[in-house]
């Protein structure tokens, strides 16, 4: 049910967008704007579910809660990026909307830098001094 | 064995089955290379965490740590601007300073002009005048008052005639007992058990460098402490006269 009343209100945006177009581009660009944000934080107290059979799993698992954190931040910075450069990208500004992209992308590295310090550390100790 | 087998493996499915839901949620293509490689490295470190256990245990709250940092090296970027807490502090550290400041110019101007009065009131050579300025809490307010004048007259030497020899010798201010004490100590210590024959002379001759300061004349000390007590509201138990012993006396 709920699907349908989100086609449904994409497809009235669409419709009034088209019809909005030709006048004004401004407030087809504000309409495009507003539903995508609608859908989205709509659509955004639906993955909480998701969330949080991903916390029970991990909690029944022994996996240690930092890399569910790690794991969740990655997802939140990928799904605001990609949100935002599209919105930016609607609006015909494809090089501001790559370089939002490009954003994510360097947070999401950033993310792994700990592990990685980790992982070196402990290659680095698995050596033997001499050698 | 089992058990412990059976934990690992538990763990590894764990993290596959989490990747997997990531991989899945992800928005586009261009994302998920990055989050594969994140996610990559953890199911690396689940797979050797047998052998990370084996070289270092702690490797869960070394992570910890490090992710702590970054997270908090990233907050303390964003925020440059310093909290209220830190304006307050700051605060009060300029205006103590000040306060300081301001009690030292008192004290000093407090020095010149009771110089000055004496100097033309009494016609007593003044060499120094060291006021002591204490703080006391009046009504909520650190407010100042004179705690110590040490008024300090020219030596017999620049001032022939007002001081005489003979009463000199006999007043010892307590302040020159104070300091004489802690020369013994100091100088004597090296000197006693080499020839304790002259002992006595030492001590004797100690006590004559020693006695740079001496009581001022009465008439003239009365004279100043009443100028102060009157001009300055200082209590006369802490007005102290005194001058430098004459030089050639001593020797």
């Known amino acids: ?131 | 064995m089992v058990a412990w087998l059976s934990d690992w493996l538990r763990d590894i499915i764990a993290v596959i089955l989490l990747a997997v839901i990531v991989e899945l949620l992800l928005p586009n293509k261009a994302m998920q290379r990055y989050a594969r490689l994140v996610v990559g490295l953890f199911i690396l470190l689940t797979i050797l965490s047998p052998i990370l256990k084996l070289i270092q245990s702690d490797i869960g709250t070394k992570l910890d740590e490090g992710m702590d940092e970054w997270s908090r090296s990233a907050t303390t970027k964003e925020v440059q601007m310093p909290g209220l807490d830190q304006i307050r502090r700051d605060a009060e550290r300029l205006s103590e300073k000040r306060e300081l400041e301001a009690a030292k110019l008192t004290e000093r101007t407090l020095e010149d002009s009771i110089k000055s009065e004496l100097t033309e009131r009494t016609k007593a050579p003044v060499d120094s005048v060291d006021a002591v300025l204490k703080w006391a809490a009046v009504s909520g307010r650190q407010t100042p008052y004179i705690s110590e004048v040490t008024v300090t007259l020219k030596s017999a030497d620049n001032q022939a005639g007002l001081v005489r020899e003979g009463t000199q010798v006999e007043d010892v201010s307590p302040v020159a007992v104070d300091i004489e004490i802690e020369r013994i100590d100091e100088g004597e210590a090296g000197a006693i058990p080499a020839e304790s024959g002259t002992d006595s002379e030492n001590v004797q001759k100690q006590e004559r460098d020693d006695e740079k300061w001496i009581g001022a004349e009465p008439a003239t000390a009365a004279a100043i402490s009443t100028l102060i007590i009157q001009g300055w509201g200082v209590d006369a138990n802490h007005i102290v006269v005194r001058q430098p012993v004459e030089q050639s006396n001593s020797k």
């Open chain 1, 1 to 131: 049910m709920e699907m349908i009343q989100i086609v449904g209100l994409g497809l009235m945006a669409t419709v009034l967008i088209l019809v909005v177009r030709e006048q004004k581009p401004m407030f087809a660009f504000l309409l495009a704007a507003f539903t995508g944000l609608f859908i989205f934080l709509y659509v955004i107290g639906k993955i909480e579910i998701v969330i949080s059979t991903l916390e029970d799993l991990a909690s029944r698992s022994g996996i240690p809660s930092i890399y569910l954190k790690t794991v969740l931040k990655i997802i939140g910075i990928a799904y605001i990026a990609e949100f935002g450069a599209q919105i930016v990208r609607d609006a015909g500004q494809e090089s501001i909307a790559s370089k939002i992209e490009f954003a994510g992308k360097v947070f999401i590295l950033v993310m792994a830098v700990p592990i990685i310090s980790v992982i070196v550390e402990t290659v680095i100790g698995l050596l033997p001094d001499g050698g």
